[in-house]
C-alpha cells in the first residue's frame, strides 16, 4: 500500500495562523432594556460567557493566532481585549503568551465599564458599526506593517467577525459600505452573525462583498455552537469543507436622503446618489437636472 500526496495542495497551503478581530456589539437598550425573546432567552451575562469561551478556544487553536475584540455601542467603540505581541513576549520568556488578567476578567469589567457610563445616555440606539470597522481595519493595518509573520513565515491573515443584535443602522449605510469597501481591497473576510430577532442585510452584503459568511443563528441561546462550528474555522480551511451559504441576499439600499432603506429609487446619472424621491438638484454633488429623466429610476 502507497500514499501519495498532493503536491499542489501542499504547495498551496500556508500557516494558518489568523487575526481575529470581533466587533461585539454591547447596547445597553437591547439587552438590558429590550423586550425581544432573544435578549430574555440568551441575556448579555450568558452572551459574554458564550464570547469569551469562544475567544479562548480560537486561541488554542493556533500557537500565533491573534485575538482583538472591539465593543461598539450607541456612544462609541472601545477595545476590550488585545492578544500580546508575541514578539514582545520572547524577552519575557512565557510562551504562549502570558496575560496579565484572563480573557474573560477583561472583557467583563470593561463591558460593566461601558454599561454604566451608558446607562444616563440619550444617545442614539444605533451601536456605531461603521465606526468599529474602521477602527478594526486600521488594527489590521497596524498589526501587518509590524511584519507579524506565523510559524512557516506567512503574514497573519487577517479576518473580521462582526456579532450584531440590533436591527441595521440605516443612517449609516454609506459610511458602513465605504468601510466595506476598503475591506475587500485589504483583502480583509468580514463574517456576520446576527444574534437578534431580524436578519441583517449589511453583514449579509459584507459577506457577500468580502467572501466571508453570514449566519442568523434559529437557536440564539446555543450561541457557542454557531460560533465554534462555523466562525472558528479559518479562511484557508473554507475552501474544503462545506460551510453555510446565505439563500438569500437582501441588496436593499438605504436613500441618501432620509437615510432609509427603500426597494425603488432614483439614482443620480452624476454621481450615482441614491434617492427615495425625485428632486431636480442632486444634494450630493450639486448636478441640477434638466428633467426628471435625468435621474434614473432603479430597483
Same mark, same amino acid.
Given at each position: 500500500?502507497?500514499? +501519495?500526496?498532493?503536491?499542489?495542495?501542499?504547495?498551496?497551503?500556508?500557516?494558518? *495562523?489568523?487575526? /481575529?478581530? /470581533? /466587533?461585539?456589539?454591547?447596547?445597553?437598550?437591547?439587552?438590558?432594556?429590550?423586550?425581544?425573546?432573544?435578549?430574555?432567552?440568551?441575556?448579555?451575562?450568558?452572551?459574554?460567557?458564550?464570547?469569551?469561551?469562544?475567544?479562548? *478556544?480560537?486561541?488554542?487553536?493556533?500557537? =500565533?493566532?491573534?485575538?482583538?475584540?472591539?465593543?461598539?455601542?450607541?456612544?462609541? &467603540?472601545?477595545?476590550?481585549?488585545?492578544?500580546?505581541?508575541?514578539?514582545?513576549?520572547?524577552?519575557?520568556?512565557?510562551?504562549?503568551?502570558?496575560?496579565?488578567?484572563?480573557?474573560?476578567?477583561?472583557?467583563?469589567?470593561?463591558?460593566?465599564?461601558?454599561?454604566?457610563?451608558?446607562?444616563?445616555?440619550?444617545?442614539?440606539?444605533?451601536?456605531?458599526?461603521?465606526?468599529?470597522?474602521?477602527?478594526?481595519? &486600521?488594527?489590521?493595518? =497596524?498589526?501587518?506593517?509590524?511584519?507579524?509573520?506565523?510559524?512557516?513565515?506567512?503574514?497573519?491573515?487577517?479576518?473580521?467577525?462582526?456579532?450584531?443584535?440590533?436591527?441595521?443602522?440605516?443612517?449609516?449605510?454609506?459610511?458602513?459600505?465605504?468601510?466595506?469597501?476598503?475591506?475587500?481591497?485589504?483583502?480583509?473576510?468580514?463574517?456576520?452573525?446576527?444574534?437578534?430577532?431580524?436578519?441583517?442585510?449589511?453583514? $449579509? $452584503?459584507?459577506?457577500?462583498?468580502?467572501?466571508?459568511?453570514?449566519?442568523?443563528?434559529? &437557536?440564539?441561546?446555543?450561541?457557542?455552537?454557531?460560533?465554534?462550528?462555523?466562525?472558528?474555522?479559518?479562511?484557508?480551511?473554507?475552501?474544503?469543507?462545506?460551510?453555510?451559504?446565505?439563500?438569500?441576499?437582501?441588496? =436593499?439600499?438605504?436613500?441618501?436622503?432620509?437615510? =432609509?432603506?427603500?426597494?425603488?429609487?432614483?439614482?443620480?446619472?452624476?454621481?450615482?446618489?441614491?434617492?427615495?424621491?425625485?428632486?431636480?438638484?442632486? +444634494?450630493?454633488?450639486?448636478?441640477?437636472? *434638466?428633467?426628471?429623466?435625468?435621474?434614473?429610476? *432603479?430597483?
Amino acid at each position: 500500500m502507497t500514499c +501519495s500526496y498532493n503536491l499542489n495542495l501542499m504547495s498551496e497551503a500556508t500557516d494558518d *495562523a489568523s487575526l /481575529l478581530v /470581533l /466587533l461585539l456589539e454591547i447596547n445597553p437598550q437591547f439587552w438590558l432594556l429590550g423586550e425581544t425573546g432573544v435578549a430574555k432567552a440568551l441575556g448579555l451575562q450568558k452572551y459574554l460567557e458564550q464570547v469569551v469561551v469562544f475567544i479562548n *478556544a480560537y486561541l488554542l487553536l493556533h500557537s =500565533r493566532n491573534r485575538v482583538a475584540v472591539i465593543a461598539m455601542h450607541p456612544t462609541g &467603540c472601545d477595545f476590550l481585549f488585545e492578544t500580546p505581541n508575541p514578539e514582545e513576549q520572547k524577552d519575557s520568556g512565557h510562551d504562549p503568551p502570558a496575560y496579565p488578567e484572563s480573557v474573560g476578567e477583561q472583557v467583563f469589567k470593561k463591558v460593566q465599564a461601558i454599561m454604566q457610563s451608558s446607562a444616563g445616555s440619550s444617545a442614539s440606539t444605533s451601536p456605531l458599526l461603521s465606526g468599529a470597522i474602521s477602527i478594526a481595519l &486600521c488594527y489590521i493595518q =497596524r498589526i501587518l506593517g509590524q511584519g507579524t509573520v506565523g510559524v512557516m513565515g506567512s503574514v497573519l491573515s487577517p479576518r473580521l467577525l462582526v456579532l450584531s443584535s440590533s436591527p441595521d443602522p440605516s443612517a449609516q449605510y454609506i459610511a458602513v459600505m465605504n468601510s466595506l469597501f476598503a475591506a475587500q481591497r485589504m483583502q480583509v473576510c468580514v463574517d456576520g452573525c446576527a444574534v437578534g430577532g431580524c436578519d441583517s442585510p449589511l453583514l $449579509q $452584503q459584507a459577506a457577500l462583498l468580502s467572501g466571508g459568511i453570514y449566519l442568523h443563528p434559529p &437557536c440564539p441561546s446555543a450561541l457557542l455552537i454557531y460560533l465554534l462550528q462555523v466562525f472558528a474555522v479559518d479562511t484557508f480551511t473554507r475552501k474544503y469543507t462545506e460551510m453555510p451559504q446565505s439563500a438569500v441576499v437582501d441588496f =436593499r439600499a438605504s436613500c441618501f436622503c432620509h437615510k =432609509r432603506s427603500i426597494d425603488v429609487g432614483y439614482v443620480c446619472s452624476v454621481c450615482l446618489s441614491i434617492f427615495c424621491e425625485s428632486c431636480p438638484r442632486c +444634494s450630493t454633488c450639486g448636478t441640477e437636472y *434638466a428633467s426628471q429623466s435625468d435621474a434614473i429610476a *432603479a430597483k
